[in-house]
């Protein structure tokens, strides 16, 4: 009977090391980011289109279908915009479970430390994103051609950044 009971011990014992080994304790959930402000874009493959959002901290939405003027490339983070009969504007509010669901998608992609630039992974036809992100502490923006599009780890996490603000916007296109 001892003997058994050592043998126990000594599986349980291991079992708790593996698994604190594998962080499975101690794991700290991450502090959530201080968004002041999400920027949206997406240039809409082979349409002459973008799609803007701009998400403030005050839970606004303003959305921005742009067609933009040939030969023209518009700083749109800047604020940038074609002639006014060459895009359209509306505005809505977002709410705040969708505004502190998509920070917390934010968070966990650790979006700040993401590429600025994706490159091209081969693909021929797709959309391309960027979002930036204005926090307290700085801003981030990373996106590119099929951004999020690819099977390794980086644009997993754009992937999951860009599906948090779309799920938040209720874009159902995640």
Same mark, same amino acid.
């Given at each position: 009977m001892e003997k058994l009971k050592k043998i126990f011990v000594?599986?349980?014992?291991?079992?708790?090391?593996?698994?604190?080994?594998a962080g499975c304790f101690g794991q700290s959930k991450k502090e959530p980011l201080d968004v002041?402000?999400?920027t949206y874009l997406i240039y809409c493959g082979d349409i002459q289109e973008v799609e803007? #959002?701009?998400?403030?901290?005050?839970?606004?939405?303003?959305? #921005?279908t742009i067609w933009p003027e040939d030969g023209k490339d518009y700083d749109y983070f800047a604020g940038e915009l074609p002639s006014e009969d060459?895009?359209?504007?509306?505005?809505?509010?977002?709410?705040?479970?969708?505004?502190?669901?998509?920070v917390d998608g934010l968070t966990e992609a650790d979006f700040m430390t993401l590429l600025e630039e994706f490159t091209n992974n081969g693909t021929m036809d797709a959309s391309t #994103? #960027?979002?930036?992100?204005?926090?307290?502490? &700085?801003?981030?923006?990373? &996106? &590119?051609y099929n951004a999020g599009g690819s099977k390794d780890p980086e644009s997993r996490r754009y992937s999951e950044a860009r599906q948090a603000i779309e799920r938040a916007l209720d874009r159902g296109v995640y």
């Open positions: 000594s599986i349980l014992a291991a079992v708790l090391c593996v698994l604190a080994f002041k402000k999400v803007m #959002y701009v998400i403030t901290d005050d839970l606004k939405v303003t959305h #921005y060459n895009y359209e504007v509306t505005e809505s509010e977002m709410t705040e479970e969708n505004w502190k669901s998509m #994103y #960027y979002i930036r992100v204005e926090t307290s502490d &700085g801003v981030h923006q990373s &996106g &590119g």
